[in-house]
């Protein structure tokens, strides 16, 4: 009996260890099976980029706090994400002013064509409006980039010496749909983390830094995924 508790113990310390190393492996974006052989025949790509949020500072709900743990339960965890949630939008409030005339979907969109066109990875890329994007097959267009800005903002950064620091974080998704089949011939979800991390305050007491590190972020991450339909 003792043998065979102690084999048990040994099998429970190993698989511990195997689930504390894949819980620290970084996770930035997931790619979804490619078509590839249909994304190569495409000749005219519209693109097409929207939003679904406004502009956020996560650094609560990304912090450790102990109210769910003292009411317990899903009331707990319910009264602790709406008190995250809560100070977060604290956070957001300050940089309105600075960003309501921002733009991030125009801004990935002129990135996207840029390096598609520099790349010459299709032989023609034009932008399209979302609300014309149905009527892509009419504008003689055979494929469409979807991209998605999910949630676009701060968030907290992590590691050594980085307490209350916040760097820029984008969760976009995209796919790029053949028009004559309506079929998705490439997707990617992305969370991508700019690594640049500031207090808080100096993104907020210093005119126009904000505005400059979001729009270098943006180039940066159409680069990125323009990379990403390159070599899917």
């Not at 003792?2 to 492996?25: D, E, K, P, V, Y």
């Not at 319910?78 to 939008?89: F, H, L």
């Amino acid at each position: 009996m003792l043998r065979n508790c102690l084999g048990l113990r040994a099998a429970c310390s190993s698989f511990l260890l195997l689930f504390l190393l894949s819980s620290c492996t970084p996770t930035t974006g997931t790619k979804v099976l490619v078509d590839r052989s249909s994304l190569t025949k495409l000749q005219r790509l519209g693109i097409t980029v929207t939003r679904d949020e406004d502009f956020s500072v996560r650094i609560a709900r990304e912090q450790t706090t102990n109210i769910g743990a003292a009411f317990g339960g899903l009331l707990g965890a319910g009264i602790e994400a709406a008190a995250r949630s809560s100070t977060d939008t604290q956070y957001t409030e300050p940089f309105k002013p600075v960003l309501s005339a921002y733009d991030p979907a125009r801004l990935l969109t002129e990135g996207l064509l840029r390096n598609l066109q520099s790349e010459q990875v299709f032989p023609t890329v034009v932008h399209v409006p979302a609300e014309e994007k149905n009527a892509a097959q009419g504008k003689g267009l055979d494929g469409i980039l979807e991209m998605t800005f999910k949630q676009w903002g701060l968030r907290l950064c992590r590691g050594p010496h980085t307490e209350e620091k916040v760097q820029v974080g984008f969760q976009v998704e995209g796919r790029i749909v053949a028009v004559a089949k309506g079929e998705t011939v490439w997707e990617r979800h992305e969370l991508y983390l700019d690594g640049e991390c500031r207090p808080l305050e100096e993104l907020r007491s210093q005119e126009g830094l904000l505005v400059n590190v979001l729009s270098r972020a943006i180039d940066h991450l159409s680069g990125k995924m323009v990379n990403e339909i390159r070599f899917p």
